[in-house]
T-cell receptor, first 111, second 110 residues
Framework: DGGITQSPKYLFRKEGQNVTLSCEQNLNHDAMYWYRQDPGQGLRLIYYSQIVNDFQKGDIAEGYSVSREKKESFPLTVTSAQKNPTAFYLC??????????FGSGTQLSVL | EDKVVQSPLSLVVHEGDTVTLNCSYEVTNFRSLLWYKQEKKAPTFLFMLTSSGIEKKSGRLSSILDKKELFSILNITATQTGDSAVYLCVAESSARQLTFGSGTQLTVLP
């Protein structure tokens, strides 16, 4: 079955630690996205990539980094510079002018 | 700044009731409006609306867009407990920028 797989489902981060959230898709989509969801708020765009080896900052990129070395994969690293990392993170993918498909998300919490 | 406002923020109904969820938007170079259902955390696609006044239906769900008044509604008739979820409204610009509403939390009681 085609889809988007995010892992882990739950992740805990210690102070000063970098953590990486995985996102893999087998839908052959060109574009991939990372969103952050906080309670009572809409999804906010962190980073997006329209093509392999290229990515752009979204609205709230500070404290995050990404890579797009393969079409299928778009990992998100939450660095120690992100002072408020506790949130639900959603990865999505799409082809141009098509709707987004979402992964099942990763809940990140700070210890 | 682009924005999408959904109302109500939460809604509790009983099975069999009909509900209407509202979404108003202000988006530069608006292209389309999308509705997603978010249950167990993964949003799933419901509708994409690009033309004003044309209702889209899928079973008990329907949606319509008013591009003059800048809003959309999502109707659910004969609600079931399985309809309980957060319903997200998303506005898309011609530059493919997405602006998400904060969602409406729908709870359907048996």
């Amino acid at each position: 079955d085609g889809g988007i797989t995010q892992s882990p489902k739950y992740l805990f981060r210690k102070e000063g630690q970098n953590v990486t959230l995985s996102c893999e898709q087998n839908l052959n989509h060109d574009a991939m996205y990372w969103y952050r969801q906080d309670p009572g708020q809409g999804l906010r765009l962190i980073y997006y990539s329209q093509i392999v080896n290229d990515f752009q900052k979204g609205d709230i990129a500070e404290g995050y980094s990404v890579s797009r070395e393969k079409k299928e994969s778009f990992p998100l690293t939450v660095t120690s510079a992100q002072k408020n990392p506790t949130a639900f993170y959603l990865c999505a993918s799409s082809n141009p002018n098509e709707k987004l498909f979402f992964g099942s998300g990763t809940q990140l919490s700070v210890l | 700044e682009d924005k999408v406002v959904q109302s109500p923020l939460s809604l509790v109904v009983h099975e069999g009731d009909t509900v209407t969820l509202n979404c108003s938007y202000e988006v530069t170079n608006f292209r389309s409006l999308l509705w997603y259902k978010q249950e167990k955390k993964a949003p799933t696609f419901l509708f994409m609306l690009t033309s004003s006044g044309i209702e889209k239906k899928s079973g008990r769900l329907s949606s319509i867009l008013d591009k003059k008044e800048l809003f959309s509604i999502l109707n659910i008739t004969a609600t079931q407990t399985g309809d309980s979820a957060v319903y997200l409204c998303v506005a898309e610009s011609s530059a493919r920028q997405l602006t998400f509403g904060s969602g409406t939390q729908l709870t359907v009681l048996p």
